[in-house]
């Protein structure tokens, strides 16, 4: 398959599933769930076409695994990152002692009297490896991992989450919990 066309699709699955479905006149469920034959009809924005098995080469190759299928695949949705209300259905999980963030130099400032803010999303993602981090603050510039105390958070009452793809989800990070 074109890696391009197959990135596109990807990029624009997401923006879809997780941040703007109305752009195609797409309806999610509660949960976020999109029917596929509906997806797959309305799917023609910006001269993209798109059938089942290139769906579902799109879903079984994604690199961070940002979507899911249900058991009989004719639904799918975004397994976390989205900006628009929906409920996931994740489980409490108790995090690793520590997790990652990757970030840039230009949000450090507002990190350490905030800490980390889940902004337009649903939660702040948080990484269990440096790596995974490192890759995520590079999208922006020279990355900054910051780790996070999230035993001592847990401890404290916060909620953690993991979501289908290994994301490590929570509402807020308080910036004492931040090793910068």
Known sequence: MDTKVTKGISKLLSYILRHS??????????????DVNELIAKFDLYDLELDFELLEYVVENNDKK???????????????????????????AEPPAYLYHGTVEKFLPDIKTQ????MGRQHVHLSADRETANKVGGRRGKPIIL???SATMHQ???????????????????????TF
């Open 66 to 92: 940002r979507f899911a299928f249900n058991a009989d695949k004719t639904k799918i949705r975004a397994n976390q990152g989205h900006s628009i209300s929906i409920e996931l259905n994740l489980d409490e």
């Open 21 to 34: 479905p109305e752009t195609i006149k797409l309806e999610l469920d509660a949960n976020g769930w999109a």
């Open 156 to 178: 404290a009452g916060f909620k953690f989450y993991l979501s289908a793809n290994n994301v490590w989800l929570t509402a807020v990070v308080p910036a004492e919990y931040i």
């Open 147 to 149: 780790i996070i105390n």
């Open 115 to 118: 800490g980390l803010q889940k």
